[in-house]
């Protein structure tokens, strides 16, 4: 149990354009979704956490309208960089936590994302 | 503000040797989690192990144990018979919520 998919695993893409990464919990009901972002040899650093069916709550920082986060339902979460730059490029990550057959206030990561952007 | 310390970057260890790495954290609160992460070449973080903050009783999985110390606020993770599988950066994380404040990690190196 506990298995959270994250897609795509690699993207590459020119400078202004936007990538969407999505953010599955395949076996549990995810109430809340985090986004870090993690740099080369770095811990992971918080992005925003979202609530299903609510706005997504944003750290210092990280700028609400260029990394646009969606929470529709209880097993997915999308996270947009809109207008990518090479400045984005790192290695994102998903984590959720939730109900159902999984301990309940522990996280469980996705694989990550991989964003190079030229 | 919660901090994490990991106060060692690097550990090295030989295989089927034990080995011991350290977390210390800053809190105000009473009620709190603790975990340790395991981050291997993939990237995929691993949840390893959890600690409950009232609960006396240091948590054990297997060939990892923790040595939870909540007045000196430490957290350390022992990990015994230590296999090459192990070799991994290991992040130390508190959590009062849902939210986790990380560690900055610490890399360990296993020798055949």
């Known amino acids: 149990g506990a298995v959270v998919s994250q897609h795509p695993s690699w993207v590459i893409c020119k400078s202004g354009t936007s990538v969407k990464i999505e953010c599955r919990s395949l076996?549990?009901?995810?109430?809340?979704m985090f986004w870090y972002r993690q740099f080369p040899k770095q811990s992971l650093m918080l992005m925003a956490t979202s609530n299903e069916g609510s706005k997504a709550t944003y750290e210092q920082g990280v700028e609400k309208d260029k990394f646009l986060i969606n929470h529709a339902s209880l097993t997915l979460s999308t996270l947009t960089v809109t207008s990518a730059h090479p400045e984005d490029s790192s290695f994102y990550i998903c984590s959720a936590a939730g109900r159902g057959r999984i301990r309940e206030l522990s996280q469980y990561f996705g694989p990550g994302t991989r964003l190079l952007v030229l | 503000a919660q901090t994490v310390t990991q106060s060692q970057p690097e550990m090295s260890v030989q295989e089927a040797e034990t080995v011991t790495l350290s977390c210390t954290y800053d809190t105000s609160e009473s009620d709190y989690y603790l975990f340790w992460y395991k981050q291997p070449p993939s990237r995929q973080m691993i949840l390893v192990i959890r600690q409950e903050a009232y609960k006396q009783q240091n948590a054990t999985e297997n060939r990892f144990s923790v040595n939870f110390q909540k007045a000196a606020k430490s957290f350390s993770l022992k990990i015994s018979d230590s296999q090459l599988g192990d070799a991994a950066m290991y992040f130390c994380a508190y959590s009062a919520g849902n939210m986790l404040t990380f560690g900055g990690g610490t890399r360990l190196m296993v020798k055949p």
């Open positions: 076996d549990f009901q995810a109430t809340t």
